[in-house]
């Protein structure tokens, strides 16, 4: 889905405006040195309070909202700007910031990524084993809540819940702590920033009940993705049938709501991350995100960092704004940056006009359908822009009635557009997508009989409807199809690099199942989310990187089962290094956005493998200490870069590039140089007397020399070093082009694939 498609569902989080109240008082979010607090305050929860009593003689007794023990130091209160001003003169205080809202990104897949096997291994591994093992996993969901009655979070069969389990479930209006289980093991709420903006004032009661239950559904979506329990017989409305499953459907959930109907706010955020890590969560998924603010500045960035140090592996989609260059949300090295690819199977449904061409596209419609008679087909190119994209109100209902209605995607959402044509008396609509969204097609559950096509057949059909005298059309459908090829395709939506927060660190890392993606649903919402949409349905088929996120935190869960002793950048590091850059038809991965082939900077690493990651042989691990020397090397000062790390911090030790971090992939900006060289080091996760060779590729106009060219292994758990120095061809000018290549270490057992992108300039 493109960024302009903003679907309230999964649109992938993405940093807009300020948060604006109606009062005069507004949300701040305040970072304090931690370690200043006076000995006189027992807690640092009554130092924050002191220091919002002594702004004014008058202050509000509820304007602290929130205090943050762990994913941040400080607190969100409510203040008006001359208070915030006043805070800011604080030697105790780092930073005094607006409020953020952010927007949500927004079952086939097991077989896709070789999840299920006929003989009961998987990897090596035995499955029965692993399941076992996955039980001690918690996988922690910052969404838009749960819903809890859903058959993705039945317990049958599941053992205690893990006795270090620190959190609870939430009692609400509409939500009882009973509904919580062994699988369900917790479920809480924060909007407080909510309601400060919805009526500014947090003690005001808001519109949307305060409690866990998803209204939205897209919480409950993603929960089940990463770790939903099997459930046989799952469809949406007759679609994708099967046995719906998360990636580790033997792990724990728990799910914190964060986002509401007006979105998601920084210290909600903030403050269920703080929670989660408290609750002891081993796994943070988050299908949201923010801009390419500095790291100091990403309320996600600082709590994540608390997470890694602490063991949990967090990751988080990199957004719905692809094909656009540079769009990428959640740029951190220490999060796992997840872009969207597509499954093997499809729904197609056609399109046959009146000159008997018969054109293939999609749909999830689910309806009667308009029989065979063709019918009347229009095209509204008004001058105004509006007829052409089926805007609220911009369709005659004398020019479509009992019409098929072309439709251009883009600008408001896919199913809104379909329900414009109905209200105006439309009887079926063709969508044609636009060089933005290039040949991705993306299935929906129209309300009435709809088929979406790419932009080369949709020219096709807008000239067909301009051109003939009498254009006519009949739409029909034709189910769920399997094994389609090519596949995976990087989807049109997914966000791209290069990465601008950090240049020299690859994102996005990795792609996942993104498109057309089965899993639960609330049944407080139909499967549209349109407000005439009275249907409802256990299950739905969504698409954006908010659906390929969870399938890379459920796979995590698994790998944490098989490995426990690994880091998060371990973890990473086998995901990254083991995934494939090769579709099911052995061509290089197709970018949809424009029919060619991928690249690094849409694909990342490539499309994951499970089945290769939990034995990557290889993994580079990076420390927290490494992170710090990362942030260092960025030039932020030092009061910046303990905002991040949360302890006191010298730069001592920084890198000469943010490159030198151990990252497992290579971005490369040369600008005014022409040699760029960076070390790495290899642990050894295999078995001893692993004896690797490297295999390097790349453009010929950058040499790359890597050494020592073979490296030995003795024992597991042994480190070795290498450098690789990149060097670009004499003469090379300095050009916006980018070219890509890779590093691999080989052995007959394992392939250690690391991708590099090389760079003149960013823009």
């Known amino acids: 889905m493109a960024s302009s498609e903003a679907q309230f569902w999964f649109v992938a989080l993405t940093l807009v405006l300020p948060c604006l109240s109606v009062t005069a008082k507004q949300t701040y979010i305040v970072q304090m040195k931690h370690h200043s607090k006076p000995s006189s305050f027992a807690t640092h929860s009554d130092w924050y309070s002191a220091n919002l009593q002594a702004l004014s003689s008058d202050s509000d007794s509820d304007a602290l909202l929130y205090t943050y023990d762990a994913a941040y130091h400080g607190f969100a209160a409510s203040l008006d700007p001359e208070q915030a001003d006043t805070l800011r003169q604080s030697e105790s205080v780092i930073g005094v910031f607006e409020d953020t809202l952010y927007n949500l990104h927004t079952t086939r897949t097991p077989e896709f990524l070789g999840l299920e096997t006929a003989n009961g291994l998987w990897a090596g591994h035995s499955l029965q084993d692993l399941n076992q093992a996955s039980n001690d996993v918690i996988v922690g969901v910052l969404d838009t809540g749960v819903w809890p009655e859903s058959k993705s979070f039945n317990d049958a069969g599941m053992p205690e819940i893990p006795s270090r389990w620190r959190g609870q479930c939430e009692s609400g209006a509409d939500f009882s702590p009973s509904l919580c289980n062994k699988k369900l093991i917790g479920a809480r709420s924060f909007s407080k920033g909510y309601r400060m903006a919805s009526g500014g004032s947090y003690m005001k009661k808001p519109k949307e009940a305060e409690s866990p239950r998803d209204q939205d559904g897209h919480g409950t979506h993603t929960s089940s993705t990463a770790a939903g329990s099997l459930v046989a017989n799952a469809s949406l409305l007759g679609y994708a049938s099967g046995t719906a499953r998360g990636m580790a459907p033997h792990a724990r959930v728990a799910t914190y709501k964060v986002c509401w109907t007006t979105g998601c706010f920084g210290s909600d955020i903030l403050a269920g991350m703080d929670r989660a890590i408290l609750d002891g969560v081993d796994v943070l998924s988050l299908s949201l995100g923010g801009g390419s603010a500095p790291y100091f500045r990403d309320t996600i960035a600082i709590g994540a960092f608390t997470a890694m140090e602490r063991g949990i592996f967090v990751s988080c989609s990199a957004g719905n704004s692809g094909p656009s260059r540079a769009s990428l949300a959640n740029t951190a090295p220490w999060i796992m940056t997840v872009g969207a690819g597509t499954l093997d199977r499809d729904f197609p449904a056609f399109a046959l006009l009146g000159n008997q061409k018969r054109f293939t596209g999609v749909s999830l419609y689910s309806g009667t359908g308009m029989g065979s008679k063709p019918v009347g087909l229009v095209y509204n190119k008004g001058t105004n822009g509006s007829s052409n994209l089926c805007l609220p109100g911009s369709l005659q209902p004398e020019s479509v009635r009992g019409k098929v209605v072309i439709c251009d995607r ?184 424009g029919g060619t082939f991928s690249n690094p900077w849409a694909h990342g690493s490539g499309h994951v493998d499970p089945s290769k990651a939990v034995t990557p042989g290889l993994v580079y691990d990076i420390s927290s200490d490494d992170y710090v020397a990362f942030l260092c090397s960025l030039d932020y000062t030092i009061d910046h870069v303990q905002t991040i790390a ?55 106009g950058v040499k790359t020399i890597v050494k020592p060219s073979r490296l030995f292994f003795a024992t597991v758990g042994e480190k070795k070093k290498y450098t690789v120095t990149f060097v670009s061809a004499k003469g090379g000018s300095r050009t916006s082009r980018s070219e890509f290549g890779s590093i691999m270490w080989a052995n007959p057992l394992h392939l250690v694939k690391s991708p590099v992108a090389f760079a003149w300039t960013l823009l």
């Open 410 to 593: 883009g600008v408001n959402a896919r199913v809104e557009k379909g329900g414009v044509v109905r209200a105006a008396g439309g009887v079926g609509m063709i969508l044609a997508n636009t060089a933005a969204s290039g040949e991705e097609m993306v299935a929906d559950s129209h309300l009435l009989p709809a088929v979406a096509v790419g932009r080369k057949v949709g020219d096709l059909i807008r000239q067909y409807a301009q051109s003939d005298p009498n254009p006519t059309a009949v739409i029909s459908f034709g189910g769920t199809v399997l094994n389609v090829r090519p596949s995976p395709v990087v989807a049109a939506f997914s966000s791209r690099g290069p990465n601008l927060v950090t240049p020299q660190i690859l994102k996005p890392d990795v792609i996942g199942p993104g498109v057309n993606i089965l899993a639960a649903w609330s049944e407080a919402i139909g499967p549209t989310g349109l407000a005439e949409d009275s249907r409802k349905s256990q299950f739905n088929i969504m698409s954006g990187t908010s659906m390929s996120c969870p399938h890379i935190s459920g796979l995590a869960a698994l790998l944490k089962a098989a490995h426990p002793n690994w880091s998060p950048s371990a973890i990473k590091s086998a995901l990254m290094t083991t995934a494939y850059t090769h579709d099911n038809t052995m061509s290089p991965l197709r970018d949809a956005a």
């Open 646 to 700: 949360k302890r006191n911090v010298t730069c001592a030790r920084k890198y000469s590039d943010p490159g030198q971090l151990n990252y497992p992939s290579f971005s490369v900006v040369f600008g005014n140089k022409r040699v760029v060289r960076y070390s790495r080091e290899l642990t050894n996760v295999g078995t001893a007397g692993s004896l690797y060779k490297v295999i390097v590729s790349g453009p010929p």
